[in-house]
């Protein structure tokens, strides 16, 4: 006689009492099977009998349902690992899971994952092994299709008014316009990326692949350079539901003059040391060391004499401090003994300093740093 009046319905034997399902909770029909019987087929894994990953040659992306999926893997192996993670099925019953891989590179396309899994089923410790092949091929993803075939929605002219941008400028909007687009990759956004980057005569072109980001780029060059941008729209073409496609070119004006340029207002009162020209320009007085700013109407591009820049300064040596006004320093060109202004930023015990010589006479050019009191 059974002690719990119950049978396993397969073998006959004896099966102690299993608690009833919770209300609208599915009977499991095998748990009137004793032990023996239940884990005869008993699977703890549902592994599939191999798998296929699609993976770009190129940017390394894998293809999973219908989209491209950055998934930021090293190499190979740990996509088949993570393939392999999601497609294999672990028994509802099964608590206390633990599982670990160890993959076999069989050769450049296929590695072999070799999976062991264990768990408690009843109370009973179960232990399962199995391996699953994975193909790794390789295609190209609709983005790096798109970057190849030299696809681009917006162009970024980067121009500077009355000048050449320098090498400088052009290098780092370029280098923001590559930062942005890996921002937004970052953030899942394959559509973001920079179809072409070069420097031109006048200025850099930059090709982008949609017209929201050369808005993005045009926005931030102007808040780091200061200037202006406008845009140009250009029908192309239409897409396959019939609407029109227009390509939009965002021309970037740097403004005329650039910081760490010097330049002569013709006001009377000496040449000033651009330090910046968001909105207003904004400068230092050589004389005197005061600040400088142009007139609201004036904006960035105040109407100056261009004398050279930072970069033309050169060092010379102190020979005496005259009064409060003045300064003797050897000229860099006759050697000569001369008297300049001593504006508020020289340190009168210094030995060396930078002075630009120009037509109107020398002049001391202070440190990177130095906005003007």
Same mark, same amino acid.
């Not at 929605?153 to 890996?182: C, F, L, N, W, Y």
């Not at 007139?295 to 105040?302: I, Q, T, V, Y």
């Not at 050279?308 to 300064?327: I, L, S, Y």
């Not at 000229?331 to 015990?349: C, G, K, L, N, W």
């Given at each position: ?7 396993? !319905? ?5 099966? !102690? ?33 191999? /798998? ?37 099925? $672990?028994?509802?019953?099964?608590? *206390? ?7 076999? *590179? ?9 999976? +062991? ?7 009973? @410790?179960?232990?399962? *092994?199995?391996?699953?092949? #994975?193909?790794?091929?390789?295609? +190209?993803?609709?983005?790096?299709? =798109? ?10 002219? #980067? ?5 050449? !941008? ?9 280098? /923001?316009?590559?930062?942005? $687009?890996?921002? =937004? ?20 072109? /930059? ?63 000496? !040449?000033?040391?651009?330090?910046? #020209? ?5 400068? $230092? ?16 591009? @105040? ?15 102190? $020979? ?7 300064? *003797? ?45």
């Amino acid at each position: 006689m059974s002690k719990s009046g119950e049978f396993c !319905p397969r073998c006959g034997d004896d099966v !102690p009492k299993r608690p009833e399902p919770l209300p609208g909770e599915p009977r499991d029909r095998d748990a009137a099977l004793c032990d023996a019987c239940y884990f005869e087929d008993f699977d703890l894994v549902d592994a599939p009998d191999r /798998i296929e990953v699609l993976v770009c040659s190129r940017c390394g992306a894998v293809h999973r349902g219908n989209r491209w999926l950055d998934v930021g893997a090293k190499d190979y192996t740990d996509v088949a690992v993570d393939e392999v993670a999601e497609a294999l099925g $672990v028994h509802l019953k099964a608590e *206390q899971v633990q599982w670990g891989v160890e993959p076999e *590179q069989v050769d450049q396309n296929t590695i072999r994952m070799h999976c +062991t899994f264990s768990g408690l089923v009843r109370g009973t @410790p179960v232990e399962e *092994q199995v391996v699953v092949p #994975v193909k790794v091929s390789r295609a +190209t993803c609709k983005r790096c299709g =798109r970057i190849s075939g030299g696809a681009y929605a917006g162009e970024v002219q #980067v121009r500077a008014e009355e000048r050449v !941008p320098t090498k400088e400028e052009r290098e780092r909007a370029m280098e /923001i316009a590559h930062d942005m $687009v890996e921002e =937004r990759e970052a953030d899942g956004d394959r559509e973001a990326y920079v179809t072409e980057a070069k420097k031109v005569d006048d200025g850099a072109d /930059i090709k982008i692949s949609t017209n929201k980001l050369g808005r993005m780029l045009s926005k931030r060059l102007v808040e780091e350079f200061g200037g202006s941008f406008e845009e140009y729209a250009t029908l192309v073409t239409e897409d396959s539901d019939g609407n029109e496609v227009y390509r939009v070119t965002f021309a970037v004006h740097l403004p005329r003059y650039r910081p760490g340029e010097i330049i002569d207002p013709e006001d009377g009162d000496g !040449p000033v040391l651009v330090t910046s #020209v968001r909105g207003n320009l904004k400068g $230092v007085r050589l004389t005197s060391g005061g600040r400088y700013e142009a007139r609201f109407d004036e904006g960035d591009a @105040p109407d100056a004499l261009r004398l050279g820049g930072r970069e033309d300064a050169v060092e010379t040596t102190v $020979v005496a401090v005259e009064d409060e006004h003045a300064v *003797q320093v050897l000229d860099p060109e006759t050697f000569e003994s001369v008297s300049i202004a001593r504006p508020d930023f020289f340190d009168p015990d210094a030995d060396q300093v930078d002075v630009l010589k120009v037509r109107s006479g020398l002049y001391m050019v202070p440190e990177e740093g130095v906005t003007g009191a």
